[in-house]
Antibody
Framework: DVQLLESGGGLVQPGGSLRLSCAASGFTFTNYAMSWVRQVPGKGLEWVSAISGSGVTTYYADSVRGRFTISRDSSKNTLYLQMNSLRGDDTAVYYC??????????????WGQGTTVTVSS | SYVLTQPPSVSEAPGQTARITCEGINIGSKSVHWYQQKPGQAPVLVIY???DRPSGIPERFSGSNSGNTATLTISRVEAGDEADYYC???????????FGGGTKLAVL
């Protein structure tokens, strides 16, 4: 069964850092692009970042470029999102999602249940 | 940056056909994907590549895409279809994924 399990969310002060993880199982991890998508409760979906299946190519939303870093470890079948210089408007539920191909140009067919990040003093 | 526009809400009676639109400049030249999200749950892919259905998604869900409008059509709407629906494309000019603002489907 294909599964994604996020972890690493929590409460952090403005300007702080947090690393999210997404453990993948049930599919060949390196064959698929992966993405992070966030959602403020009650609001819509916002794409954050994506990475190709090989891990060579990364993509970022303008709102997080330079502060967030996406990466993947094929030996651990795990996707990461390193978040630095966090701001209040980064507060959201963060989902990891599996792409349907090796690059993230396509849909996302499996989603984790999300991990909550709260940035507040 | 590329913008996708969805109506905030759509309502339909049970058994009828609900249509949710997603407008974007020349969206017909892009592949559109649709997600269903129920309260407290993660999104679920219901249509990809404009009109393909993932396994497990009922045939009542269909999609089309032409010109400046993509449409998600839900036939024989049921109470269980009440959810927020989001369209999504990849914008090649910015190398960004783009989501529409979402449409809340109410089944009256």
């Amino acid at each position: 069964d294909v599964q994604l399990l996020e972890s690493g969310g929590g409460l952090v002060q403005p300007g702080g850092s947090l690393r999210l993880s997404c453990a993948a199982s049930g599919f060949t991890f390196t064959n698929y692009a992966m993405s992070w998508v966030r959602q403020v409760p009650g609001k819509g979906l916002e794409w954050v970042s994506a990475i190709s299946g090989s891990g060579v190519t990364t993509y970022y939303a303008d709102s997080v470029r330079g502060r967030f870093t996406i990466s993947r470890d094929s030996s651990k079948n795990t996707l990461y999102l390193q978040m630095n210089s966090l701001r209040g408007d980064d507060t959201a539920v963060y989902y990891c999602a599996k792409g349907t191909g090796t690059n993230p140009h396509y849909g996302m067919d499996v989603w984790g249940q999300g991990t909550t990040v709260t940035v507040s003093s | 940056s590329y913008v996708l526009t969805q109506p905030p809400s759509v309502s339909e009676a049970p058994g009828q056909t609900a249509r949710i639109t997603c407008e974007g400049i020349n969206i017909g030249s892009k592949s559109v994907h649709w997600y269903q999200q129920k309260p407290g749950q993660a999104p679920v892919l219901v249509i990809y590549y404009d009109s393909d259905r993932p396994s497990g998604i009922p045939e009542r869900f269909s999609g089309s895409n032409s010109g400046n409008t993509a449409t998600l059509t839900i036939s024989r709407v049921e109470a269980g279809d009440e959810a927020d629906y989001y369209c999504q494309v990849w914008d090649t000019s910015s190398d960004h994924q783009v989501f529409g603002g979402g449409t809340k489907l109410a089944v009256l």
